[in-house]
């Protein structure tokens, strides 16, 4: 069992629906990143997390240490969000731990 | 340069080849780090280094090197290339440290690396 693993692998949607990507860890860990990759495109940080919820335009990342799971929300979705999504956390000896990925095809 | 810039962003080489691919920062972070992407796996450290003067190993070292003689520059060599070592691979940075804004990590565009 991977130490980080993600729920779904892929996902589609079609343009305006809520979505959440899930992400279970089975680690301690110090804190929790979500990235995304477009497709041949670089990774970007969307958020850095220890706790709570965090908010940026129509993401919304939230983390719940005791149960080990972080979701990511994306409101209103757009073909644009289309891109694979990457949770990762770093453990408490400060290695980061990757998961494979959700692949988001939202639709027009 | 903003950020984190690698090159080259692709490169067909014949096994047996040296390759060095560049990774440069100008955020003056004190971590950077090697990945490499494979598909159906996750990011894998290669190698890392907390600081100017140190690295360290990754989880899938073997046939690679890196050196950090600056703050800005962590360039990363294949010695003697191989089919296996076809992936993309990523230079990444962030600052070191406590404090809640540590720890942001900063990717470059990555680099495709096919070997034949």
């Known amino acids: 069992k991977n130490e980080v693993e993600q729920s779904p692998q892929n996902l589609t949607a079609q343009e305006g629906e809520f979505i959440t990507i899930n992400c279970s860890y089975s680690v301690g860990i110090s804190a929790l990143h979500w990235l995304q990759q477009h497709p041949g495109g670089g990774i970007v940080s969307l958020f850095m997390?220890?706790?709570g919820k965090k908010k940026h335009g129509r993401l919304i990342a939230t983390i719940n240490i005791q149960e080990k799971h972080s979701s990511l929300h994306i409101t209103a979705s757009h073909p644009r969000d289309s891109a694979v999504y990457i949770c990762a956390v770093r453990g408490n000896t400060d290695k980061l731990i990757f998961g494979t990925g959700t692949r988001l095809q939202v639709f027009p | 340069i903003a950020g984190i810039t690698q090159a080259p962003t692709s490169q067909i080489l014949a096994a047996g080849r040296r390759m060095t691919l560049r990774c440069t920062q100008d955020m003056r972070h004190n971590a950077m780090y090697w990945y490499r992407q494979d598909l159906g796996l996750g990011l894998r450290l290669i190698h890392y280094s907390n600081t100017a003067g140190t690295t360290g190993k990754g989880e899938v070292p073997d046939g690679y090197s890196v050196s950090r003689a600056n703050t800005d520059d962590f360039p990363l060599t294949l010695a003697s290339a191989v089919p296996s070592q076809t992936s993309v691979y990523f230079c990444?940075?962030?600052?070191?440290?406590?404090?809640?804004?540590?720890?942001?990590?900063?990717f470059g565009e990555g680099s495709r690396l096919t070997v034949l």
């Open positions: 997390l220890s706790s």
């Open positions: 990444a940075s962030s600052r070191a440290g406590t404090g809640s804004n540590t720890g942001e990590l900063f």
